[in-house]
């Protein structure tokens, strides 16, 4: 019987382990993807605004329009923001995990060329 709970209680902490790391790494994605949509960002903030929902929503995130804020300075973006989604823990029990971010990221990073790659001519 001690056999029998114990086996339960692994794989009930291996289920959450499982489940907070997979949800960690999607949010870890995702910061690494809007860095990279602000770094090579092309047009108004509004835009950009779009891009970063667009991004959650391909990550299954669920970030409200007024869950995070964008400010552009001296040729670096800064966006914070917050969500909370819910992570089954233990089967049946929802867990509110909130997660906060933040990315600063050069804005219109100039494109480096790799040795050996065709460069245009200028006319």
Same mark, same amino acid.
């Given at each position: 019987?001690?056999?029998? $709970? &114990?086996?339960?209680?692994?794989?009930?902490?291996?289920?959450?382990?499982? &489940? *907070? !790391?997979?949800?960690?790494? $999607?949010?870890?994605? *995702?910061?690494?993807?809007?860095? #990279?949509?602000?770094?090579?960002?092309?047009?108004?903030? %509004?835009?950009?605004?779009? =891009?970063?929902? #667009?991004? %959650?929503?391909?990550?299954? $995130? @669920?970030?409200?329009?007024? !869950?995070?804020? $964008?400010?552009? #300075?001296?040729? =670096?973006?800064?966006?914070?923001?917050?969500?909370?989604? @819910?992570? #089954?823990?233990?089967? !049946?029990?929802? *867990?509110?995990? &909130? *997660?906060?971010?933040?990315?600063?990221?050069?804005?219109? %990073? @100039? &494109?480096? %060329?790799? @040795?050996?790659?065709?460069?245009?001519?200028?006319?």
């Amino acid at each position: 019987m001690k056999l029998l $709970i &114990r086996l339960a209680i692994t794989a009930l902490l291996a289920n959450a382990a499982f &489940r *907070f !790391g997979n949800e960690y790494l $999607i949010h870890y994605r *995702f910061t690494d993807s809007v860095r #990279e949509v602000a770094t090579y960002r092309a047009g108004t903030d %509004a835009e950009l605004r779009q =891009r970063v929902l #667009e991004t %959650a929503m391909s990550y299954g $995130i @669920p970030l409200e329009e007024d !869950g995070f804020t $964008i400010q552009v #300075e001296s040729g =670096r973006a800064l966006i914070r923001g917050a969500y909370t989604k @819910p992570i #089954e823990v233990v089967p !049946g029990f929802p *867990f509110h995990w &909130r *997660f906060n971010w933040e990315v600063d990221a050069p804005v219109n %990073a @100039p &494109r480096i %060329a790799l @040795p050996g790659s065709v460069r245009p001519k200028d006319p």
